[in-house]
């Protein structure tokens, strides 16, 4: 067992006074002897910086010598200059190398080979709003050698009045595109950059969002210790479990040249998403099987957190002497919420929506028939109309005709005979509809006289009516020799919206404890709202991961009266629209802080709106979101035209490509009356300008052919240039926003609301 000491941990030092060397100073070559030396192959993910404050940064490195197995000592320098003519002293008070407590420009620091030989140091007693530059010595058999030199930057005192400027990005899957938005953002002049999840994309070549390339691919050493896939169509992938493979990630997705530009040039404040882990988890719980089998895996999860925690150069707010444990108990292993203030006019704060979360509202194996709200839990007016009618209680209809022809279906259709029921349920509420669906299935392989009994709607149509998962738009395509019972379709995407609002505030008022609490945690939840509400910063920054405003489509025109299709749908319950109550509480406590804007990533889309309580009965409350594109991941609109051709109804619906080719339409539309702009098909990154008077955004898109191959070089400028297209919005404060319109700033207005929405 590792001994507490021995944890990773950042090197604490404090910085001191500046140091000039002379010609016989012990200084003497520290920046020249070596600049001729400079060799990537011992620092093939280069260097990085992070978490930036008025007085202090991370930095982080990671050496690679083929002839060491054991830890190995290398030597840290940071100077004023560029040319490091002006080198910082450095006085190490824990975990270096060196002596705690001597004095040098050279400080000694650890790479420890338990750790894949990552470096992290946090320099203290550094100069507010100051640019630094640093690298990183090595001394081989063959002399010395240097890492690449990185440049970082303070953040201003809290009362600086200054303006900012940063970009944040998000989602940067490697596998067969390139990190060209990269390349253009390393142009920019920038205070820091924000990383909003899905750094890394933990499968090789999951064929829903990636194709991989010969040149473009991640492999697996530890394959055996992987996650293997078959699927039905594409090759066999792999999805990262163990830290090997994790490891592996960060390592390969870190070789990319514009990558490292850009964590040499700037600092970074980075939180995760789901894939750091798993697409579309929730704690230690993946959804690739759908319920299929079990998915809670800790020591997967705690893998992914450690790998994060070697690769990441982050301050975590347990304090400097924090390192990671993989035998505390999950999810008390790390804390990465936090926040941090640039001068007075930003204030940025850190969520994370991944680790506390509680599942989605509608599981993945819920039955379709199962009811789980009935009328008398609704309300008689409560009830939308998409409800179904239902069997009080199944068992004792007909003395058990229909509970047996379900228990005769099961093996046969592939679903479980439970139905969903826990053994504690005494009373079995199910769907007459689909009931009667699933034994017009079977009757398909019985002669005449076996016919089993379909029950007329005349018999049925005054019974109560309730909520049962297929109103929620978990279909099944009983075209199939053998439907699929277990599906992402009405639980996280596709999701019916009148009965997902009514199943939502049901839910919500039933929750025992704390419902508020299901995306954050109650811990985070109470230091989120505080640290938003007690900020004195002009602009309260919100690093978001998931959409916080409304993504609804309206098909109701698209479809004849009694086709399942013709509703209203939430394209993903994977964000915030999944946990709209919670969704609700929350703005209408932030709002009242003012000029809160968040910043988001995960969707693949550029959005800007101003996302409100969706409650009638509530008071207005609005913040601002900007949205960023994926930076090189599959765009949404290419996702959404993979989920629609294998949808169980729409993948059979003439016309329903034109979705998701038109969905920027389908968006922008009184159904999300608060959405102003939708760009689903581009992928690039935002700059974000702030200043006492304004919040700008600037989103840079670029069309997704154009990551194609690399376009890094210097020579590739104009050309990459030339694909890049700028769309501008603001906020002067409270929840206005304006778009840039040939120079011009105009004012955006709410849509008017359909009803209901």
Known sequence: MMRRRDFLRATLVTAGSVVVPTACSEDEGVAGACDAHENDAYFPQSVASGDPRPDSVVLWTRLADSQQTADVSLALVIALDEAFTQLVTLTPTSGSAATVGSTSTRLPVIARAEFDHCVKIKVSGLSPGTTYYYRFFYTTADGCVSSRIGRTRTAPTPDADVPVRFAFVSCQDYVGRYYNAYAALAREQLDFVVHLGDYIYETTGDPSIQTPSEERKVTFSDVKGAIAFEPAEGAPYHAARSLSNYRELYKTYRSDRALQRVHELFPMIAIWGDHEFSSECYGATATYFNGRQPETDVDRRKAANQAWFEYMPVDYPAGDDFSYDRTAEYPQDITIYRDFTFGKHVHLVMTDLRTYRADHLIPEDGFPGKVFARQGDLGIGNVPDQGSNYFDDIDDYEDGYYANVLKEAAPVLGFDPSLGFAQDEGTHTVSVPFVNAIVEKLNEKRAAEEQLTVLDKAAYIFWDRGIAYVDLGKYVDFTLEKP??????????????????????????????????????????????????????????????????????????????????????????????????????????????????????????????????????????????????????????????????????????????????????????????????????????????????????????????????????????????????????????????????????????????????
């Open 484 to 757: 699929d019972f277990y599906s992402a379709f009405g639980s996280r995407y596709f999701v019916v919206k009148e009965t997902f609002d009514a199943a939502s505030r049901f839910a919500y008022a039933s929750t025992e404890g704390s419902p508020d609490a299901r995306v954050m945690g109650e811990a985070q939840l109470a230091w989120f709202k505080d640290t938003i509400k007690e900020s004195k910063s002009t602009w309260k920054v919100w690093g978001n991961e998931c959409c916080l405003s409304q993504l609804a489509i309206d098909l109701t025109p698209s479809f004849a009266t009694d086709d399942p299709l013709k509703r209203r749908f939430y394209l993903s319950c994977d964000g915030w629209d999944g946990f709209r109550e919670q969704r609700n509480a929350l703005l209408s406590e932030i709002a009242t802080a003012g000029n809160v804007v968040a910043i988001t990533g995960d969707l693949g889309a550029f959005l800007a709106g101003t996302p409100a309580v969706d409650r009638i009965d509530a008071e207005p409350a609005k913040i601002v979101e900007f949205v960023g594109a994926a930076l090189s991941s599959d765009t949404y609109q290419s996702r959404l035209q993979r989920q629609m051709a294998s949808h169980p109804l729409l993948k059979h619906a003439m016309g329903a490509e034109s979705i998701a080719v038109g969905i920027d339409t389908y968006l922008v539309d009184t159904v999300n009356p608060y959405l102003a702009f939708s760009n689903a098909s581009s992928n690039g990154f935002c700059i974000a300008e702030a200043n006492a008077d304004e919040f700008v955004v600037s989103m840079h898109m670029l069309p997704a052919d154009a990551l194609a191959k690399p376009l890094y070089e210097e020579a590739d400028k104009a050309t990459l240039d030339g694909q890049i297209t700028i769309v501008r919005f603001k906020t002067t404060g409270g929840s206005e926003l304006y778009k840039e319109e040939e120079g011009t700033w105009k004012k955006w207005s709410p849509a008017t609301a359909s009803e209901g929405s």
